[in-house]
């Protein structure tokens, strides 16, 4: 037998909002719910697919694949009934709902369900923001970094317990982790408030971690910095974070770079800029300058004549390494012509005489834009 419209099986339309998917679902779950229908195959079965259909509807993510897919977009999902009992989804999709509808019962809230898992709650990751030069990311480094976390207690092995003895099953929860109390027809699971979801107790805490399995220590760490990182790379080191509670597995520890600035080159990508000053008779004549790489290394750079401001030259492979590849950027200078400055008296009288051999053809640019602007004035005489 084919599967009902979802929205049809909650009585909504296609443009329902969450809430009033919320406010039908609560309607039929109270309804047809199995402890109010005792023995009633069809109330279950009505029960069974309101629950399906509305554990899809309420998350926006997969009630966007149902509108457009519909039941094909969960058929290897195996999310709604079908089989005897009751299925992962549909429990916590009911567990939603007895949120919901219970929420001050108890304590209210879906708080603490980190502890769900036996107590040995996974430790907390760490940032440290690192920052290195434009050289160390060329070259990559080994570096040293101090870090502050939470370790497992060497005393207790991180069980929190005092030497000699050991966490007990809680007596609460006989070690479940977990409370039910029944209001009325419904039976509602709540993490428990003796162990915090942990299952277990500790009567005698260690004296050096007092409980906690785990204590404040700095720690120094090895952080390999490949070549051709970037401002803002992120690397992991896996298992360096907090550790873990009572003996649950550690976080990790990430280390966000940042690239100071340089005093020579400007980086876009691996890419290097750098903005060279040159002579004003070398632009004129031509000639041989050195500039400097990245790789505290000079190459000779060929000019030539009549080189302006803002010229630019491009030196393949002398940029920066590519992260995780074989590939080197370019380095590109641009020149910027210098006017000499505390001229000699023989300095003058030799400009001078060269302005006075010179004419527009030694200046293009200059007689060009001149004329253009005498142009113009003429033009706005007449």
Request: neutral net charge.
């Amino acid at each position: 037998m084919s599967k009902r419209d979802f929205y049809e099986v909650l009585g909504v339309a296609r443009t329902a909002s969450a809430e009033e998917i919320k406010k039908a679902y609560r309607t039929l779950a109270k309804k047809h719910h199995p402890d109010i229908n005792p023995g009633d195959a069809d109330s279950e079965l009505k029960f069974k697919e309101a629950s399906e259909a509305y554990d899809v509807l309420k998350d926006d993510q997969s009630r966007a694949a149902y509108d457009q897919f519909g039941h094909a977009a969960f058929n290897g999902g195996q999310r709604g009934p079908g089989g005897a009992g009751f299925d992962q989804n549909f429990s916590s999709s009911m567990s939603d709902i007895f949120d919901d509808l219970f929420g001050e019962f108890m304590g209210g809230g879906r708080r603490g369900r980190r502890g769900d898992s036996g107590g040995k709650a996974r430790g907390q990751d760490l940032r440290y923001n690192m920052e290195i030069t434009l050289e160390d990311a060329f070259s990559g480094k080994k570096a040293q970094v101090r870090v502050p976390s939470s370790v497992t207690c060497e005393v207790c092995a991180g069980s929190g317990a005092k030497a000699g003895s050991k966490p007990k099953v809680c007596p609460t929860c006989q070690g479940h982790g977990k409370v039910r109390a029944t209001q009325g027809f419904f039976t509602v699971e709540r993490t428990c408030p003796a162990c915090h979801g942990r299952g277990e107790v500790i009567e005698d805490p260690c004296d050096a971690c007092h409980g906690a399995g785990r204590v404040n220590k700095e720690r120094t760490l090895s952080v390999n910095i490949p070549q051709g990182v970037e401002d803002g790379t992120r690397i992991r080191l896996t298992g360096e974070g907090e550790a873990g509670v009572r003996g649950g597995p550690p976080g990790d520890l990430y280390i966000f770079l940042s690239i100071l600035p340089h005093e020579l080159f400007q980086r876009e990508g691996a890419d290097l800029f750098c903005r060279v000053p040159l002579a004003f008779t070398t632009a004129a004549l031509g000639g041989e300058i050195e500039v400097p790489t990245v790789a505290a290394k000079r190459i000779k750079l060929k000019i030539p004549e009549g080189t302006q401001t803002g010229a630019q030259f491009r030196l393949r492979g002398k940029g920066m390494p590519v992260l995780n590849s074989r590939g080197i950027g370019d380095l590109y200078i641009e020149v910027a012509v210098e006017t000499p400055v505390k001229l000699s008296r023989k300095q003058k009288e030799l400009l001078k005489s060269f302005d006075s051999a010179s004419d527009e053809s030694n200046n293009p640019q200059s007689a060009g834009f001149f004329a253009r602007i005498k142009e113009l004035w003429d033009g706005l005489a007449e």
